[in-house]
């Protein structure tokens, strides 16, 4: 505050103008005002002082223009000043009430500035920026604004948002949006649709932004609009063909969450989308192996790229119901919104493993039957013919004996004719059984083992000395009862027709042999069988003993284990070919005509 | 060898064969022509083997091989001859029904003086001893080690 009088000699002045001045107070009193003012305005102001004191009146000095003041080092500040007439005995004073506005030039400099930078920022976004005020009514509307809904500024200001771009059934998650803004204060984020002015739907994100007044209070609510329809139409396109593949894909991030399933997925795991989403992708997996899978998928994160999964060892998968099954898989790393996540393609490849094995054993199958076949044709140039030229041999002999009246001979021959036809006979018998076996079943039907064991050791009738003996439990179990039966009856006639001598024991017993299997053994007391037959005696036609010394097609084991195996079983001899043999074979539990393999 | 051990007229006839018609054949047709060589008989490879090692089978001699026999086969036989020094000079004919038993012996060609076909054995077989005598007659039997010391 300076006080100063008509000649302009400053006559009062306080504290705090002596400190802005940069004077001590005594210093100032008797100055001329003008020795406050810069240089250039000093040879001005007298008149300007002069025509004050003229008509002197409460205003403000200089109105619309800048005042600047100067301390006593010559350095200058804006000013406002503030001049009231002062009424004295001895004359008018002027009150000069000067404040220095450094300070809000300053602030009113940024203000200008960054509002020259929100209406270029505003002006030239891609996003379409609106401010309403709060009843809803368009304040601004800037060109991204034009060009996403079609309406130019002229035509939006003043109108109300919701009318204007909101359509038919998106009021409600408008409204919804606004009042919970309203309530809670808060930016809310969506995406949803607008009406362009021509009235085509534009898939947007908004952003709603509550404004408020110096005093907090809502002033209205600035709006963020982005087009969003390419984005909208390439996840469209991405979900279309994903829901559309008939393989399986699964999206996983990083830390091995499922992010994303197909139909196809959902199928081929046996879970529902909602069971999966969320969860790690190591229940897909069999338990043996999840253990580990977090390593390897750490592994792939750290050199991600589109390759095969596993380095071609064979996967399997693990369904819901407990099932495994094969499949091929195919990674490929994808960017999402949250960093790198993998695009796994499952394909189940179950039905190809299957179709090869079975191929396989359907391969082995038509081996074995070759095998077979060329055994036959051999057996049939060989074995049958033997028998044949035999009787021809005798027929020719008897003719001759008959030329020569030697009949003394005739009877033996005749005898060993007949014997050839029998053998000739149990020949093609036992054959046919061979090619039949596993083809005729008869009936599934409940066998008790012991009596079907002494039925068939009877119906054999064996010499007087040698005895059926059943040690042990024998099982009662229902099985196709005529390859059981033609088994035990082959591996009795063998330790009956083999045993040499008068008095011998056959043992018959039963034992488990894994769940699925009861193992029988059929031991004797006879000759035994050397070591180095043991596989040989398994093969068609092969005896051990001339057929002129023991009759038999040689079939007998060879049927036997066709059989066994034909049922899944296995056999074996145990035998030291000095005194005694043991055949022992497995037969399943639960038999069925399908359960050949 | 001298020339003094040279006693092809009484080379035994060692007939290895199962079937005892085939074995009847063979002595009916011995008698029918006056053959007095000794006539021996195996009923299978292994025993024929174990005739040998024993030396119950006097030298000079020539086999008469089957091939489909118990225990141990005509091809499996000829295996063991191939691989036992003593035997592996013998004179060895084998006895085939058809032309693939042939073929199966190709192998053992080396040790198979001729085959002679089972169905030609009645009638033809004066064929098959006159082919033995012609042979008895031109090749200087080997006698085999075992039979050296006779």
Redesign the interface.
Known sequence: MVVADDKGIIRLVNAAAADMFGYARAEMLGLSIESLLPMRYRDAHPAHRASYFHSPSRRAMGIGQDLYARRQDGSEFPVEVGLNPIATATGTLVLSVIVDITERKRIAAQVQASLALQAAIVSSSDSAIISESVSGSITSWNPAAERLFGYSAEEAIGRSIVDLVVPDGYFDEEHASRQQMQDDGKVKTFETRRRHKDGHLVDVSVTLFPLLDSRGRPAGTAVFKTDISARQWQEQRFRTVVEALPTGIVIVDRSGAIQLVNPHAEKMFGYSRDELIGETVDILLPTALRDSHAEHRNAYFGAPSARAMGNGRDLLCRRKDGLEFSVEIGLTPIGTGHGTAVLAVVTDISERVRDSQQLAEQRDELKRSNDELTAFA?VA???L??PL??I???A??IEEDLKNEQLSTIPEHMR?MQS?IRRMENLLDDLLAYSRAGRVEGRVSPVVVADLARGIFDMLSPPPGISLELPGDLPIFTTLNTPFEQVLRNLFSNAIKHHDRDVGRITFQSKSAGERFLEFTVRDDGPGIPPQ?HERVFGM?????????IEGS?MGLALVKKLVECYGGTIGIDSDGVRGCSIHFTWPVAISRGSRS | MSRSMQVYRDATLFIVD?????A??IE?SFRKMKLLNPVLRA??GQQALDMLAADQVPAPYIILLD?????MGGLEFLARVRKDPKLTSVVIFVLT??K?DEDLAAAYQDHVAGYVL??Q???NFIDLISLIECYWRVVELPIPASGQSE
Do not use: A, V
């Open positions: 051999y140039s060989h074995d013919k033997s030229r035999g021809d041999q005798l020719m002999w060993l050839r037959y036609f092969q005896t051990l003993r001339p057929r002129d010394e040689g | 199962d079937d005892d018609i085939d009847m054949t009916r009923k299978d091939l489909n026999m118990p225990r029904t058809s693939s089972k169905q054995i009645g009638n």
